[in-house]
């Protein structure tokens, strides 16, 4: 069994404040601090050049990659991490479409994150090959997957509702049109237990600094099927990608496995912090994880149904229907989630009118969700949120 009281002492927290926000970015595991300044002073400070092969780092994207793959159920080798998120979507994209060259339909959903979309509609325009994205509604996905798909491009886990995706019955009728399938792993990598192998998933992204605890900035990582790796082409055709890049060869031969999907220099000081991190999720069972979340996420519902009845459940009453973040549609939803804030219960807010608030069974118990049940309350109740201060919109929301 995962003691999730050992996890939780691993993290620091503010004092007195209850963080329903790691689904956006996770808080700071606390040998991290430690982690990063020894790889500035022993490794940067003492060892400078040396340090890609003395320190390790030219090795750590894919040895961190393997650490993850065992969070998202893929096979040891075919991760690896780099770069953002948003580039990772292209690349898988790009790789992804070139498996099926005669088909022109990219089919995603109307929740998928923006970023995504216009990465997919930024790639399309560039080849010019006249491909078409499809953007339908997320229960109308299947209804579309027919003889003129090419890849099926979604993000697993909706990052505004929560509402979760059947991965392996998607891919499946993915796979008996002769599409591929490419998943994005933002809110399920560390929400949940993914098993991108048993479900024969093509290609799979994800980032590290939200419920993986990298921190901000931190690397994205990229999976690529076994049965895909030696054969598809890396569109971002980066030197570190390259089969021996200190040959240093005027021609492009893409790296043998997923060392390919590389694109440049890695970043060594975010990769420090993420080794911290990944030390706590070393410990934790994922199965374990995911009923904790539940168990989580049920209370919190359960309690604000009963006493906020303003506030408008938009996740999936299903807990099999949803990741391990809960989201409430109220009108005045930025207000108050400020208000909130303000009184150290932190979630966030997702235009138009959702209040999110994500759950990590790492540091998060069922004290707090008590506690942050009765400060939302207070919050409604007595209508806070009403205040100039709170209406007031900062860039990042
Ligand atoms: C968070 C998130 C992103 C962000 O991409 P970055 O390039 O890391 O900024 C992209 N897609 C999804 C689905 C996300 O949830």
Known sequence: MTDFAATKAMFYLPEGMIYLDGNSLGPLPKAAEARVARTITAEWGEKVITGWNRA????????????????????????????????????????????????????????????????????????????????????????HINDDLAVLMLT?????????????????????????????????????????????????VGCTYKYLNAGPGAPAFIYVSPRHINTCQPALSGWLGHEAPFAF??????????????????????????????????????DDLRTASIALTEQFIAGIEAQCPMLTLASSRNPQERGSQVSFAFEHGYAAMQACIARNVVGDFRAPNIMRFGFCPLFIDASDVDAAINVITDVMTNRLWDHPDYKRVSRVT
């Not at 030390?279 to 934790?284: L, N, Y």
Request: aromatic letters at 6%.
């Open 56 to 143: 390790g780092w030219m090795a750590q994207p894919t040895a961190l990659g393997d650490r993850i793959a065992r969070l998202i159920g893929a096979e040891p080798g075919h991760v690896v991490l780099g770069d953002t998120l948003s580039i990772k979507v292209y690349q898988a994209l790009a790789a992804a479409i070139d498996l099926v060259p005669d088909r022109k339909v990219i089919l995603t959903d109307n929740g998928n994150f923006p970023s995504d979309i216009y990465m997919a509609e930024g790639l399309i325009k560039s080849l010019g090959r006249g491909h078409e994205l499809r953007v339908v509604d997320p229960q109308d996905v299947e209804n």
């Open 156 to 204: 697993q886990v909706d990052y505004r509702t929560g509402r979760l995706h059947d991965m392996a019955d998607l891919t499946a009728k993915v796979h008996a049109v002769g599409a591929v399938a490419s998943w994005d792993l933002a809110h399920t990598a560390g929400a949940m237990a993914v098993d991108l192998k048993g479900c024969n998933a093509d290609f799979a």
């Open 249 to 286: 060869d005027l021609d492009y031969r893409p790296g043998t496995g997923i060392e390919r999907m590389r694109v440049g220099t890695p970043s060594v000081l975010q990769m420090a912090a993420l080794d911290a991190s990944l030390d706590i999720w070393d410990q934790v069972d994922m």
